[in-house]
């Protein structure tokens, strides 16, 4: 019978990994990772528990004043601007017709620094991104974007989450 | 005599080295998992929405022949309404599988009005924002340019 190391007993102890290929394989894993960080160039915080509404759209490279519809309050660049109850404005923060005080205030301040700062011809100041939770009604995502338009802000584009 | 004299006069140089491979997978690895954590997984898309003023004149040279609206409904229906040249109003039950319905509604109107591509979305106060996106992403591929009404 034909000896195997094993029925001799030789144990083979000049075994190592191959490094080289696993450095090639973590390179490609590397470049893959920082490719999608490149190219995943909108950045969106959304408060916990808000769900964003799905669609197949693709493009998704833009840039703009973020405003934020949660349950409990709407959120400017991040910072607190009115309160919701249960995705509802309450009754005295609303101008007849429409738009929100403490919103359209809150929306004329940054419109008039953006026009302070840039040349009257540019546009792309002028885009409002939405990112509502899918639950949110429609009567407050038209006080939002009345409170936003009467401001002269008038591109909206509303944030969804790719796929299903 | 210095040691680099002795090695360069009695040692021949090695050239075979090799990478210390050990520490750069070290490295890797902790790219890897911090760029694995930091990594979004949810992809975002954007919805282009303009917004229909009532009352102001449209900039555009050519007016449209028709216009198309579609209205959601608090009572769970949907409007179809078509104005202009040709005047047609059609409800839909807003159900599970509604959006099929109105694709097939949308792709009939342009077949007679091949030059359509704009369509206004409104919808009534209670209406759940999913639904209005979805009726838009439904309408986006025949209708490209869509306006939210009601706003102003």
């Not at chain 2, 449209?58 to 409904?73: F, G, I, N």
């Not at chain 2, 959006?99 to 369509?119: A, C, G």
Request: proline fraction near 4%; charge should be neutral.
């Amino acid at each position: 019978m034909k000896k195997t190391s094993f029925h001799t007993g030789h144990i083979n102890e000049d075994m190592s990994l191959q490094i080289t290929s696993m450095a090639d394989i973590f390179i490609i894993i590397l470049v893959f990772l920082l490719k999608s960080h490149a190219t995943g160039t909108m950045n969106v915080t959304t408060p916990a528990g808000m769900s964003l509404p799905s669609s197949h759209i693709q493009d998704a490279s833009v840039e703009g004043l973020k405003i934020t519809i949660s349950k409990t309050s709407v959120q400017m660049e991040g910072d607190h601007i009115a309160e919701l109850d249960n995705f509802l404005f309450t009754k005295p923060a609303l101008q007849p017709g429409g738009p929100s005080n403490p919103l359209a205030k809150a929306f004329g301040q940054v419109r008039k620094r953006q026009l302070a700062n840039t040349k009257p011809t540019a546009t792309g100041e002028s885009r409002i991104i939405i990112i509502a939770d899918k639950r949110a009604p429609f009567s407050t995502i038209k006080t939002v974007m009345a409170s936003a338009a009467m401001n002269g802000y008038t591109d909206f584009k509303l944030a969804t989450v790719r796929g299903d | 005599m210095s040691s680099y004299h002795a090695a360069k006069s009695h040692v021949p140089l090695n050239q075979d080295f090799e990478l210390n491979m050990a520490s750069i997978i070290d490295c890797f690895t902790v790219l890897i998992a911090f760029m694995l954590i930091s990594a979004s997984f949810v992809s975002i898309g954007i919805l282009d929405a303009g917004v229909e003023a009532a009352g102001v004149e449209s900039t555009t040279t050519t007016t449209p022949q028709v216009h198309l609206m579609v209205t959601l409904r608090d009572n769970n229906t949907m409007t179809i309404a078509l104005s202009g040249k040709e005047r047609l109003s059609q409800q839909i039950q807003r159900n599970s599988g509604y959006y099929d319905e109105l694709k097939q509604s949308v792709l009939n109107i342009k077949s007679r009005w091949k030059d359509l591509n704009t369509v206004t979305v409104s919808a009534e106060g209670g209406v759940p924002y999913n639904d209005i996106i979805r009726t838009m992403d439904t309408l986006r591929p025949h209708l490209p340019y869509i306006a939210v009404g009601g706003i102003l």
